[in-house]
């Protein structure tokens, strides 16, 4: 079936450097793509989204790029910070309702 | 803090038996959203309520419901309880029925014992 999924499950990066988390989706369909940070112990928290109709998208030392052709998704974090650190979910949205989350990788900031 | 409360933050329980986990959404949210996530099947919609009207299913299983009230709070029943059930159940809220932009409560933990 069609599925949203991550290439790595865990990402180690060096205090200051950038980091890109990546995401692989099956659903041409799919309206929305979302990406969510989890910190331990709480839930997932919005970070940044991105139509279907659009390749990028930029927030706050955050970037969303939407590859269509190759069905790829990644978040580009600027200046990777300790409070990164946490897991990443991927998700992807159609029917306006039916909301897939990737299984999540794991960023791990070091100092 | 995401505006949105669940209680109650731990429960254990046994099999077979049957629990009530409860959601306030964010003041203003009229949606609220039901997610089991566990460590073999991830992050999974279960369900979503909009004003009290059932909007959206997801993987809910038959011995799970939902409801939401009147006053927008959302009630998650689990019963006959297995050890698979064992899980983080989340609720998450929108200012609509558009799903995009939702917040997440901090969960709460079950284990069935």
Redesign the interface.
Do not use: H, T
């Given at each position: 079936g069609e599925s949203v999924g991550l290439h790595l499950p865990t990402l180690s990066v060096q205090e200051g450097d950038n980091s890109i988390i990546n995401c692989a989706y099956s659903n041409s369909a799919s309206d929305?793509f979302?990406w969510?940070k989890q910190e331990s112990?709480?839930?997932?928290?919005?970070i940044i989204?991105i139509r279907s109709n659009m390749d990028k998208r930029q927030g706050q030392r955050v970037t969303v790029l939407l590859n269509k052709t190759v069905k790829h998704l990644s978040l580009q974090i600027a200046a990777t910070q300790p409070g990164d650190s946490a897991v990443y979910?991927c998700a992807e949205?159609y029917?306006?309702?039916?909301?897939?989350?990737?299984?999540?990788t794991r960023l791990t900031v070091k100092p | 803090d995401?505006g949105?409360t669940q209680t109650p933050k731990h429960l254990i329980t046994a099999t077979g038996q049957r629990v009530t986990l409860r959601c306030s959404p964010r003041s203003g949210d009229l949606s609220v959203?039901w997610y089991q996530q566990s460590l073999d099947q991830?992050?999974?919609?279960l369900i979503?309520y909009y004003n009290g009207e059932e909007?959206?299913k997801?993987n809910i299983l038959e011995r799970f419901s939902a409801q939401q009230f009147p006053d927008l709070h959302s009630e998650l029943n689990l019963s006959s309880l297995e050890l698979g059930d064992s899980a983080l159940y989340?609720c998450?809220s929108s200012v609509n029925?558009?799903?995009?932009?939702?917040?997440?409560?901090?969960?709460t933990r079950l284990t069935v014992t």
């Open positions: 929305y979302i969510y112990g709480k839930g997932p928290q919005f989204d979910f949205l029917n306006n309702n039916d909301m897939r989350f990737g299984a999540g | 995401s949105v959203y991830g992050l999974q919609f979503q909007r959206a997801g989340f998450a029925g558009a799903s995009y932009e939702q917040y997440f409560g901090p969960g």
